[in-house]
């Protein structure tokens, strides 16, 4: 089948009898997890097993589970997406995602199980004052895990509005394809609410656990058939990719999207290269602050099984992400950017979109079904994460000053997490048109900014104190999340294609003054530099909590 005759295929609405499949297999894969996650609710007995799972899990089954939270719908719908439009530089992502985990295996996964009980929080405030630096952590989880929502949610309405059919000017029910699309995201706020609340972080590992194996399992899938179509011949798949891209070999080197080298204009050039410079130092450090991934080594009983869940999750990750290279040139070769953009300018169906061209309707909803786990495991992990650190770092350390119950703690846990999926729901409904890898980038550098100093420092320093926390978490997540707002993300940016807004706000809105797209290369210094000014110029010091704390991190003993 030539590429032409794909592109119809793809841009034609899909037939009944494909629909009410795809519809089955969502319908049986909601039911599944939701009957893990009620299953698991009834096992959930006290603030232990809420936050933590009981610490009842295996290195193994940790593992999974980290690779079924990490592998977000950032990997498998926005990393095809960009490496489809954009090749070598798409890869990046792939490459990034990865080497963090050495940073989290090297510097932060034993060391933060040994010392906390449930959030980031408890390791930062140990040998501080409990109350500011707790109202800190609480706030950057949250703001961290909000732009994280936001990925997932994007991805899951762009992906039913594929399975859907529906394209600009095409109604489905009444709804268009915005309306669709909205439609989504309201069903996975809703779901992601209900498996925080009943299933708590046993329900959510093993949701995670499924959805793992799911994914794994579709990739592999996907990649045996087109390196089959390629007769296994990497090369010939990038060739195809390349000329199919309409680019040529610039489609397979690097500075497509990032690290341009602009004739004529030094200023932009510059500016360019720093952005990638940006987003890889994003990319890397970001997962060591990421609130979600951090709480995952507390529901394992023992530090070497957190080093066995690191090494088991390092394994899958890396799988994964060398199979995202069939995934994007293998969509970029058979589907074609133009019927990727036409259906999803931003690029986030083009993992679906290529399940659709190797297998049709039938590989599609089953690529699809995994996608839609993927997002209802990832979006789970976050809201519980968000909703724990105000539980207990907030609401039972800040305003109950430790008096709190773990039945009020619990029952405030529940209640956060309809709050903040409420606001992820409005957020996601305004951020449909970018990337999800994109966005799930600009959480990273959220979290490197506003945690891994401040946690890093925590645990090597001695000088380290409250007024250091403090600057250090609220230095680099203000910095952060100021520096994407007065960014071309948010507003003046045009696509040089289509002459569309590619910001969040429409054409003639533009209040950036920021240059580069990814914060990181500024606000992690200068979280880093908040933090230890602020801890020299206080004399608060205490040697004797650091010794704890030194014992604690390499032993865990007392911390739990």
């Known amino acids: 089948m030539n590429l ?13 009898g494909n629909r009410a499949l795809t519809f089955s297999l969502f319908v049986v894969l909601v039911i599944a997890t939701l009957g893990i996650t009620v299953w698991a609710g009834r096992h959930t007995k006290t603030a232990t097993d809420y936050y933590a799972g009981g610490r009842s899990f295996s290195g193994i089954q940790n593992g999974l589970a980290i690779g079924g939270d990490y592998m977000s719908a950032a990997s498998f719908l926005g ?13 990046l992502y792939s490459i990034g995602f990865l080497v963090a985990w050495l940073i989290a295996l090297l510097l932060v996964a034993e060391l933060l199980r040994n010392s906390g009980r449930y959030t980031m929080a408890d390791v930062l405030s140990y040998r501080m004052r409990q109350r500011p630096v707790r109202t800190a952590a609480a706030a950057s989880t949250v703001t961290v895990s909000i732009f994280y929502l936001l990925a997932q949610m994007v991805g899951a309405g762009a992906l039913v509005a594929l399975l859907l059919g529906i394209s600009e000017g095409q ?19 809703i779901l992601m609410i209900v498996y925080v609340t009943l299933g708590g972080m046993k329900g959510t590992t093993w949701v995670q656990i499924v959805k793992a194996v799911l994914l794994m399992g579709g990739a592999f899938i996907m990649t045996a058939l087109v390196l089959f179509k390629f007769g296994f011949n990497i090369s010939e798949m990038l060739g195809s990719a390349a000329e199919a891209s309409g680019k040529g070999q610039e489609f397979l080197e690097p500075g497509l999207r990032y690290g341009k080298d602009i004739p004529g204009d030094a200023a932009a050039t510059l500016i360019s290269k720093l952005d990638l410079v940006s987003l890889g130092l994003a990319l890397v450090l970001g997962t060591a602050g990421l609130p979600h991934i951090l709480i995952r080594f507390y529901t394992v009983p023992t530090a070497r099984a957190a080093r066995t869940s690191v090494n088991w999750a390092i394994a899958l990750i890396g799988t994964f992400y060398l199979m995202t290279l069939a995934l994007g040139f293998g969509a970029a070769a058979l589907v074609g950017s133009a019927a990727i953009t036409a259906q999803d300018k931003a690029g986030n169906t083009a993992a679906p979109q290529l399940a659709e061209a190797l297998g049709g309707p039938v590989l599609l909803a089953l690529i699809a079904a995994v996608a839609f786990a993927t997002i209802l495991a990832v979006v789970a992990g976050l809201t519980l994460a968000s909703s724990s650190s105000l539980a207990h770092d907030f609401y039972a350390s800040v305003i109950k000053r430790g008096k709190a119950s773990e039945k009020e703690e619990v029952r405030v846990a529940r209640i956060s997490a309809f709050v903040i999926g409420g606001i992820s729901i409005v957020l996601a409904i305004f951020a449909q048109g970018l990337n999800v ?11 490197a900014s506003a945690n891994l100093p401040t946690i890093l420092l925590s645990l090597f320093w001695k000088r380290f104190n409250t007024a250091g926390a403090v600057a250090g978490i609220y230095g680099g997540l203000i910095s952060s999340v100021v520096l994407v707002f007065f960014s071309p993300v948010v507003s003046g940016k045009v696509d040089p294609v289509t002459g569309a807004s590619a910001s969040l706000f429409p054409l003639g809105v533009d209040f950036a003054w920021f240059p580069l797209e990814n914060p990181g290369l500024v606000s992690v210094p200068f979280s880093f530099l908040c933090a ?7 004399k608060e010091r205490n040697d004797r909590k650091f010794a704890e704390l030194e014992v604690r991190s390499l032993t865990g003993a007392g911390a739990h």
Do not use: E, N, R
């Open 171 to 189: 109604s489905f029910l009444g709804m268009s394809a915005d309306g669709a699309k909205i439609a989504t995201i309201v069903l996975v706020g």
């Open 79 to 91: 990393i095809a997406g960009i490496i489809a439009l954009f090749g070598y530089d798409g890869f």
């Open 437 to 447: 890898a994109f966005l799930v980038a600009l959480a990273f550098a959220i979290a």
């Open 4 to 16: 032409a005759s794909h592109q119809f295929l793809l841009a034609a609405p899909a037939a009944a």
């Open 532 to 538: 230890i000014l602020g801890a020299l110029l206080s």
